[in-house]
Nanobody
Framework: AQLVESGGGLVQPGGSLRLSCAASGFTFSAYYMHWYRQAPGKERELVATISDDGGSTIYADSVKGRFTISRDNVKNTVYLQMSNLKPEETAVYYC?????WGQGTQVTVSS
């Protein structure tokens, strides 16, 4: 079982990025999927969750209205569309399915 994140990078404040997490080795469509982030010196925090069929989503208050989680159960991929990014959202972003974690992708918000 493997989760591989991609799409991170450097973006200016107010900019947008779309992260992807490609899953393999397990029945992706049976699992809720989650995005987390961990900033330097801080604990890992849950950013967003999507149900197995994509019908339900939950967001951290800090990202509501700016981030959108979605999934494609044919492509076995979960996405995190992030807009109006803030410098304090600089972090490594991870996806999770049950006990499986990806390696993370770095997002840096800076001018």
């Amino acid at each position: 079982a493997q989760l591989v994140e991609s799409g991170g990078g450097l973006v200016q404040p107010g900019g947008s990025l779309r992260l992807s997490c490609a899953a393999s080795g397990f029945t992706f469509s049976a699992y809720y999927m989650h995005w987390y982030r961990q900033a330097p010196g801080k604990e890992r925090e849950l950013v967003a969750t999507i149900s197995d069929d994509g019908g339900s989503t939950i967001y951290a208050d800090s990202v509501k209205g700016r981030f959108t989680i979605s999934r494609d159960n044919v492509k076995n991929t979960v996405y995190l569309q992030m807009s109006n990014l803030k410098p304090e959202e600089t972090a490594v972003y991870y996806c999770r399915a049950a006990s499986r974690w990806g390696q993370g992708t770095q997002v840096t918000v800076s001018s």
